[in-house]
């Protein structure tokens, strides 16, 4: 032990003594951490730092449709407006997917659509690098009718909702691997000799296809988000005020493991129980941060006048099923938290928007009619802020070191965090590697040796 000490103390002194005698590497950077979000109406996506600075974007063909993600080495994976996608309408319409690189490269630009569907207002990334995507699926109007759809109640057509998974292939290539449709898990009390006929607050594991409003867009799904322990999907239903969570297992029945919102819908509630209305941006808390498993919501408030940002504890079991009894509707019964004043003062957003807890427990707010996102604490009080050029679909925090952002934004080699590489850093890493600290496994190896050392000064010597 006396051996591994007196060496690790030696080449200390040996390393810092060579690093001294070099000239510092500077590699200033912006401090703080980084906010992503596209105004719908730009082509532009923005990251911007703690002072507002812009400090990348990315430039499309298209303006989106409506997300936006940081993802791997720096890229962004949108949605995008694409005019020839079809005709169908509505705010959030889409129609093709792109990643586009730190560079602006396009790496990948996909046509999600067809003559019958359509994507439209979210996707989401998967852990084993597929796409979830939310699609319009056009039916005609004798198609709804058959369906158990009260005849009055329909015009032309109907689109109904369906999520669907990409595998990408190429510079535009994808095949559907799987895919969930709102069709197939209806309910109807209209006609017993028709199909999906039952007592509605019977199934509330099913859709009544003569809820929601008399248009086309009857559901008007508006935000997805998946969570892989559990491998579900949660959704969220503009028109029915309502949150479903699905199942990601292809071997699963389909129906919904949960709703939640407004219980009036599927016959197991009144008026006074609607606790969401035309609601954004459902997500689950990640591992780690304040309130994990919980599900934080942009609750938009039509036709009250005033927007909430809430969190929720759905009733979830070991299994991945959700409790509901007999004849009452799924709980919670009321919010973990709800906030409905920024420094005191009501927002209010009748569309889009977006809430992101934060591991700093406060939340990111994206008030999209008020054109800002701002980030509040726990009391509602606002700590940053920045205007957005026109409506934000939402808005999303990165942390200052986040992985995607590894030699782009932040230098590894910067061990002392002061935003410059210099013999500082050399003499924090020593210490580190000294003490046998965690810190110091450079390499990610799991052991703290003098590997870790070349690793350390080959990241140093090259600035980053």
């Known amino acids: 032990m006396r051996y591994k000490t007196d060496h690790r103390l030696f080449l200390r002194a040996h390393v810092a003594a060579t690093m001294l005698a070099m000239t510092s590497i500077a590699a200033a950077q912006n401090a703080g951490e980084w906010t992503l979000f596209c105004p719908i109406g730009s082509t532009e996506t923005q990251l911007v730092d703690l002072d507002n600075t812009v400090v990348q974007t990315w430039e499309s063909e298209f303006t989106p449709g409506a997300s936006v993600y940081l993802v791997e080495g720096g890229a962004i994976l949108r949605p995008a407006n694409d005019p020839s996608a079809g005709d169908f309408g509505g705010p959030g319409l889409g129609g093709r997917i792109e990643r586009i690189a730190w560079d602006g490269t396009v790496e990948w630009s996909y046509l999600a659509a067809g003559p019958d569907y359509v994507q439209h207002h979210d996707i989401e990334l998967l852990?084993?690098?597929?796409?979830?995507?939310?699609v319009w699926e056009r039916h005609t109007a004798a198609d709804a009718i058959a369906n158990?759809?009260?005849?009055?109640?329909?015009g032309a057509e109907v689109w109904s909702e369906t999520v669907i998974e990409i595998e990408p292939s190429g510079p535009d290539g994808g095949t559907i691997v799987w895919q969930w449709r709102v069709w197939d898990h209806l309910v109807q009390d209209f006609d017993p000799n028709l199909p999906n006929y039952g007592v509605i607050s019977e199934n509330p594991g099913r859709i009544d296809i003569n809820a929601g409003p008399e248009v086309p867009d009857w559901l008007h799904f508006n935000a997805l988000d998946y969570n892989a322990e559990l491998d579900q999907i949660v959704l969220s239903c503009f028109t029915l005020s309502e949150i479903y969570i699905i199942s990601h297992?292809?071997?699963?029945?389909?129906?919904?493991?949960?709703?939640?919102g407004n219980p009036q819908v599927y016959g197991r509630g009144g008026p006074d129980d609607q606790k969401l209305f035309n609601q954004h941006d459902p997500e689950w808390i990640p591992e780690g941060l304040p309130g994990a498993g919980n599900i934080t919501i942009f609750n938009n408030g039509n036709p009250r006048g005033f927007s909430s940002t809430e969190e929720i504890r759905p009733p979830v079991r070991v299994d991945g099923t959700y409790n509901i009894s007999m004849s009452g509707p799924y709980g919670p019964e009321g919010f973990t938290s709800s906030r409905d004043e920024i420094d005191g003062v009501p927002f209010f957003s009748s569309f889009m928007s977006g809430v992101q807890r934060m591991a700093n427990g406060n939340s990111l707010v994206c008030v999209s009619l008020e054109n800002r996102i701002v980030?509040?604490?726990?009391g509602g009080n606002s700590v940053w802020s920045i205007a957005t050029a026109g409506p934000a679909f939402r808005g999303t925090r990165f942390a200052k070191r986040d992985a995607r952002l590894e030699g782009l934004l932040w230098c590894v080699a910067d061990f002392n965090e002061d935003d410059v590489v210099n013999t500082q850093d050399v003499l924090a890493f020593l210490n580190a590697w000294t003490a046998d600290e965690g810190s110091a496994d450079f390499n990610g190896d799991g052991s703290v040796d003098t590997l870790d050392v070349l690793a350390f000064l080959n990241a140093w010597s090259s600035g980053c």
């Open 127 to 134: 852990p084993n690098g597929n796409v979830l995507a939310i």
């Open 148 to 154: 158990g759809r009260d005849p009055a109640r329909v």
């Open 249 to 260: 297992d292809p071997n699963d029945s389909g129906d919904l493991l949960y709703r939640w």
């Open 375 to 378: 980030e509040i604490d726990p």
